[in-house]
């Protein structure tokens, strides 16, 4: 297991995210907002978002100053937390998550780790609360020699699960993942995401 990071510049309350998406299409059931979270210490090979990886402060934002911006589209059915590495900061997430599900939103992440991993003694504090949150969740790293490199596939390599925790998902795991999203962030940052092969772009 990964230790913890540190990350004591985060106020309680608060999030350290690399950018909010307030509309995708192939992150998820529907159309829903997407937080990306800073920091993760995989570093996977072929990461869209290398960017999300250091541990530093990039934009710190009160938990609930983030539910009020998701909520102000009222054409979104939920929200995706991405990153970095979600559970890293899942406290924080899981308080998100109830602000968000007490309005009518749905709530699925990704993660580098197993469902097992997140289960077991050695997991990211807290993380039984955000697990507790979620509707579905996406586990394991991105393990580019597995890469499934196609349009139809919900996850990006062979060792990635799709875990439905609530059933009303269970027929609903048919997102749009033949489509690729780019987005411009107000910092000039560039987050990819969807499917690469659709657009021949590198991940770097």
């Given at each position: ?25 192939v992150n998820g059931p529907g159309r829903r907002a997407v937080v990306w979270v800073q920091g993760c210490q995989r570093e996977c090979g072929g990461c869209f978002n290398p960017q999300s990886w250091d541990f530093v402060p ?147």
């Amino acid at each position: 297991m990964l230790q913890p990071p540190v990350q004591d510049f985060i106020p309680p309350g608060h999030l350290n995210i690399m950018g909010l998406v307030h509309e995708s299409a192939v992150n998820g059931p529907g159309r829903r907002a997407v937080v990306w979270v800073q920091g993760c210490q995989r570093e996977c090979g072929g990461c869209f978002n290398p960017q999300s990886w250091d541990f530093v402060p990039n934009q710190i934002v009160a938990v609930e100053s983030l539910a009020a911006a998701i909520l102000a589209n009222p054409r979104n059915e939920g929200v995706t937390f991405s990153g970095g590495e979600p559970f890293w900061q899942a406290k924080a997430l899981a308080e998100l998550a109830r602000l968000l599900k007490a309005k009518g939103l749905n709530v699925m992440s990704f993660t580098g780790f197993t469902l097992a991993e997140l289960r077991s003694p050695a997991a990211p504090p807290h993380s039984q609360e955000l697990l507790a949150e979620l509707d579905i969740l996406i586990d394991g790293p991105y393990v580019q020699s597995l890469a499934i490199n196609s349009p139809d596939s919900l996850v990006s390599s062979r060792n990635q699960r799709v875990h439905v925790f609530n059933p009303a998902f269970s027929n609903r795991l048919d997102w749009a993942s033949d489509q690729a999203e780019i987005h411009i962030l107000k910092d000039g940052t560039r987050i990819v995401t969807g499917f690469l092969g659709t657009l021949n772009l590198s991940p770097n």
